[in-house]
Nanobody
Framework: QLVESGGGSVQPGGSLRLSCSVSEYANKRYCLGWFRQVLGKEREGVAS???????YYTNSVRGRFTISHDNAKDTVYLQMNSLKPEDTAMYYC???????????????????WGQGTQVTVSS
């Protein structure tokens, strides 16, 4: 089970850090990702990371968002800086076993999903 936290409301230019507990993946090779969805639109891949620390970012967040994981805490983070109103969405944590180190970016490749946490960027 994945549990997200850290969402909220922030003004444009502000920062938030999302967290997701991934204890089921301790000592396993995995790929973890963050996705977001605006009501009425398709879910969009934001960032992903694998056990080798390879990362992927969608173009709209590259340079502003950072995905990382803390193995000791079994937690994956999404640090979001310089937030824009267009970043407003429900953010979901996702996970998949990746025994060969693949870095997944498509939602169809992720098996487990959290319930989501809302991020609102507005003045």
């Amino acid at each position: 089970q994945l549990v997200e936290s850290g969402g909220g409301s922030v003004q444009p230019g502000g920062s938030l850090r999302l967290s997701c507990s991934v204890s089921e993946y301790a000592n396993k090779r995995y790929c973890l990702g963050w996705f977001r969805q605006v009501l009425g639109k398709e879910r969009e891949g934001v960032a992903s990371i694998n056990s080798d620390d390879s990362t992927y970012y969608t173009n709209s967040v590259r340079g502003r968002f950072t995905i990382s994981h803390d193995n000791a805490k079994d937690t994956v983070y999404l640090q979001m800086n310089s937030l824009k109103p267009e970043d407003t969405a429900m953010y979901y944590c996702a996970a998949a076993l990746s025994p060969y180190g693949a870095l997944f970016v498509d939602q169809k490749d992720f098996t487990y999903w959290g319930q989501g946490t809302q991020v609102t960027v507005s003045s």
